[in-house]
């Protein structure tokens, strides 16, 4: 007799036990907005969150791609346009130095801002950011990873923006036009100043061309961004449907439980306080 009330007891002990954690995963349900927190709640659910789960980080991970790739596409265009305007400026400066009524100062002063705009083009060629990132890769583009499959490369090198510029039939750096060009303003040679202006324009269509490019490539970001984020949306509202709780049903569930569990520490106290003789009557 002893012996059955022990387990009696014991199994009474137990299922109390068990309805306090009930109503404590009820009460962290209806605190955090999510019913389903461990496997043993919703197996096949709990699968499929985990499967969500590995899909969002790898999303989050081709997000931050494209969020930096983006960010080194729209520094290549400003770069390129920024290109683009000092040759038109460098144009200006070679048809004014044809004017021969210039004095000496005037023509000095010419030689100066193209040495300047120079300058300035080889520094927006080889700019790097604060990690040391540069702002055109050299040799070749990286690719980067931005989706299952595709990997996007996200800028042009400074070889194809600078390099293998057609000058007359000649291949020619984007230096060593500005560098002809210095040399035809000192020498005061006309033909030598025309050519060089024929040789800056080209150079400008060649980086006009680059510019375009770079406007696909930044385009592409944009339309795979979008669609990352669709995606994105798609898998959180997925996950938020497995995992969030029905306050209505979970607040019932925790309101009944209370109540089992109050009567039955009631029962058990007062059994608790009985003999033995008091229970083989």
């Given at each position: 007799m002893v012996g059955i009330t022990n387990k009696i007891l014991l199994a009474e002990i137990r299922r109390q036990q068990q309805l306090s954690q009930g109503i404590v995963d009820g009460q962290t349900a209806i605190s955090t907005g999510k019913t389903l927190t461990r496997p043993s709640e919703n197996a096949l659910a709990w699968v499929q969150v985990s499967d969500i789960g590995r899909a969002q980080?790898?999303?989050?991970?081709?997000?931050?791609?494209?969020?930096?790739?983006?960010?080194?596409a729209a520094t290549a265009e400003a770069n390129l346009?920024?290109?683009n305007t000092l040759l038109t400026r460098a144009q200006e400066l070679l048809t004014a130095a044809r004017n021969g009524a210039l004095n000496d100062a005037s023509k000095t002063a010419i030689v100066e801002e193209m040495k300047t705009i120079r300058t300035t083009i080889d520094s927006l060629l080889n700019q790097k950011d604060y990690n040391g990132v540069p702002t055109f890769d050299d040799g070749q583009s990286v690719l980067v990873p931005v989706s299952r499959g595709l990997n996007?490369?996200?800028?042009?090198?400074?070889?194809?923006?600078?390099?293998?510029?057609?000058?007359?039939?000649?291949?020619?750096t984007l230096d060593a036009i500005l560098g002809q060009s210095i040399t035809a303003l000192q020498g005061s040679v006309d033909a030598?100043?025309?050519?060089?202006?024929d040789a800056v324009k080209a150079a400008q269509n060649h980086v006009v061309l680059e510019q375009t490019k770079q406007g696909v490539r930044s385009n592409r970001l944009d339309v795979i961004g979008t669609r990352l984020t669709d995606i994105d949306i798609d898998l959180k509202e997925r996950r938020a449907d497995l995992e969030s709780t029905?306050?209505?049903?979970?607040?019932?569930?925790?309101?009944?439980?209370?109540?089992?569990?109050?009567?039955?520490?009631?029962?058990?106290?007062?059994?608790?306080?009985?003999?033995?003789?008091?229970?083989?009557?």
């Open positions: 980080a790898q999303q989050a991970a081709w997000q931050s791609n494209v969020s930096t790739g983006t960010a080194r346009q920024e290109m996007l490369a996200v800028v042009g090198t400074r070889q194809e923006v600078s390099e293998g510029i057609d000058v007359g039939g000649t291949p020619m030598d100043v025309v050519a060089a202006l029905d306050l209505t049903e979970v607040i019932s569930s925790v309101s009944a439980k209370l109540l089992q569990l109050e009567a039955a520490q009631s029962a058990f106290a007062r059994i608790n306080q009985q003999t033995l003789f008091d229970l083989i009557k």
